[in-house]
């Protein structure tokens, strides 16, 4: 399994994928994603939103049966080490997936990440957890 940061290439990959998933938004094209690639076949996606003072994760996600096979744990290394230093957000409905990762949880984010109705649709607010990592 390698995982590296995406190219302009992967990008009709990530947003099939990302589809898939239901991870899809408008604009994810000018984010910064990483891909796992397995025998050249891309199977999992994550993506960071560039806020200037910090990042966003998002769109972390693996295709089914590449699951439970550590590919979204190495995903999510990769790309703190890539910005090692760097203030980074995250809203999830899986925190027990990213608190061994060294996510912390959070009663407070910056009012940028704050999302409306729209982009939660279908989501349960209630189990919807802010959570924050210095990479």
């Known amino acids: 399994m390698i995982v590296r940061r ?5 990008m009709p990959y990530v947003s099939r994928i990302a589809w898939r998933l239901a991870l899809d938004y408008p604009g ?18 994550l993506g960071l939103k560039d806020f200037g003072d ?3 994760m998002r769109s972390v996600g693996v ?3 590449y699951r439970q096979m550590g590919t979204g744990r190495k995903l999510v290394e990769e790309a ?9 957000y995250l809203l999830t409905t899986i925190p027990r ?15 940028a990440l ?6 939660c649709a279908g989501c349960d607010r209630k189990k919807c957890t802010a959570m924050f990592h210095l990479a």
């Open 114 to 119: 704050e999302k409306n109705n729209d982009w």
């Open 28 to 45: 994810m094209e000018n984010d910064i994603f990483f891909v796992a690639e397995e025998r050249g076949k891309v199977v999992g996606i």
């Open 80 to 88: 703190l080490k890539s910005f090692k230093g760097r203030p980074v």
């Open 63 to 65: 295709l089914e049966e």
């Open 6 to 10: 995406a190219s302009s290439e992967d």
């Open 97 to 111: 997936f990213y608190e061994p990762l060294g996510f912390k949880k959070v009663d407070k984010i910056p009012p």
């Open 54 to 56: 910090f990042l966003e």
